[in-house]
């Protein structure tokens, strides 16, 4: 005799288990869930190894082993005639350390990184802030001319510049005919040539880095802030600036970066007088044959990239805490 489920809601019904048996269970029970047997369920991780592999191996040619192989010759030593001294010594860091030559390269490659990224944040903020506030229908357009000197390469750029900040450029030229100066500026083949130059090369990269980060920026804060009655000045320094400030570290560090390891600008604008870590790198390494030397700069110039950004993730923590504020315990 059989018992319709429908009359008997309690009447047991065969279910069937993963290891084959049947049990009972009632009928009005929930559905059961099958839960796949242990050792199963791993092809997604495999899926995303065997996605990942390529970009992986990649990452380990093209940047880990030549590292490690720049680690490695810092450690060897150097002889006569661009000979290398297969060894495992520190003598070229104390060499390299000891010699006030390149302290001075080092210590004038941070302060045109420094000079470059102030210089190109203090152009470039403005042109981001009316780029991220606009609403006109050309604001993609605008955008686009703002970024368009990355079409061009920095070789050809630097060239130009050359043509500009020479003693016959247009600058000189322009000031000396108007009767403005009595000889022509000095503003090529020296330092405050490379830094004009740099800033001007590294601020495509820092309007965009700028942009990007002005996410948190809002107009309707700026209006509220002005219909209470305070001024410009007031909205600006408690309002827009902190809200950007995200943005604005992006940006410096990404000028700080590319303008420590630029070698084009520093060799061509410099006409060979401006030392910094780039061009001292490569001096030593195709000039002097001196591997060792220019392996222990470059170690150094990592060096200093791990302090600058140190520094950058700290204070965005700190402008995170600042937005955020502290959180509650146990959340």
Same mark, same amino acid.
């Given at each position: 005799m059989t018992v319709d489920p429908a009359?008997?809601?309690?009447?047991?019904?065969?279910?069937?288990?993963?290891? $084959?048996?049947?049990?009972?269970?009632?009928?009005?029970?929930?559905p059961a869930v099958n839960v796949p047997p242990r050792g199963r369920g791993r092809g997604p991780g495999r899926l995303a190894l065997a996605l990942l592999a390529p970009g992986l191996l990649a990452l380990l040619l093209t940047y880990a082993l030549p590292l490690v192989w720049v680690l490695r010759m810092s450690l060897n030593e150097s002889g006569e005639g661009g000979a290398i001294r297969q060894t495992f010594s520190l003598a070229t860091f104390g060499h390299v350390l000891g010699s006030g030559h390149y302290w001075n390269v080092i210590g004038r490659t941070v302060e045109l990184g420094v000079l470059v990224t102030v210089f190109t944040l203090l152009v470039s903020y403005p042109v981001a802030?009316?780029?991220?506030?606009?609403?006109?229908?050309?604001?993609?357009?605008?955008?686009?001319?703002?970024?368009t000197p990355l079409l061009i390469s920095s070789v050809a750029r630097t060239f130009g510049w050359m043509a500009i900040l020479g003693s016959q450029g247009v600058i000189n030229k322009t000031l000396t005919g108007a009767g403005l100066l009595d000889g022509p500026l000095p503003l090529a083949n020296n330092f405050t040539g490379v830094v004009i130059a740099s800033t001007e090369i590294y601020m495509p990269f820092a309007i965009l880095a700028m942009i990007s980060g002005f996410g948190r920026l809002d107009?309707?804060?700026e209006h509220a802030a002005a219909s209470l009655g305070a001024p410009r000045r007031t909205v600006f320094r408690r309002i827009v600036l902190p809200l950007t400030l995200p943005g604005v570290l992006t940006a410096a560090l990404l000028v700080f970066v590319l303008s420590l390891s $630029?070698?084009?600008?520093?060799?061509?604008?410099? $006409? $060979?007088?401006?030392?910094?870590?780039?061009?001292e790198i490569y001096d030593e390494a195709i000039t002097a044959l001196d591997w060792p030397v220019a392996a222990v700069l470059s170690v150094?110039?990592?060096?200093?990239?791990?302090?600058?950004?140190?520094?950058?993730?700290?204070?965005?923590r700190a402008l995170e805490a600042r937005f955020t504020g502290p959180r509650e315990a146990g959340s």
């Open positions: 009359e008997a809601p309690e009447a047991a019904q065969a279910v069937e288990a993963p290891d $084959g048996t049947r049990t009972a269970r009632p009928a009005n029970a929930p802030l009316f780029l991220a506030r606009t609403t006109s229908r050309w604001r993609g357009l605008l955008i686009a001319l703002a970024v107009p309707a804060l $630029g070698y084009v600008t520093p060799r061509l604008i410099g $006409g $060979g007088r401006v030392f910094v870590l780039a061009t150094l110039l990592l060096a200093v990239f791990g302090v600058v950004i140190t520094l950058y993730l700290r204070a965005q």
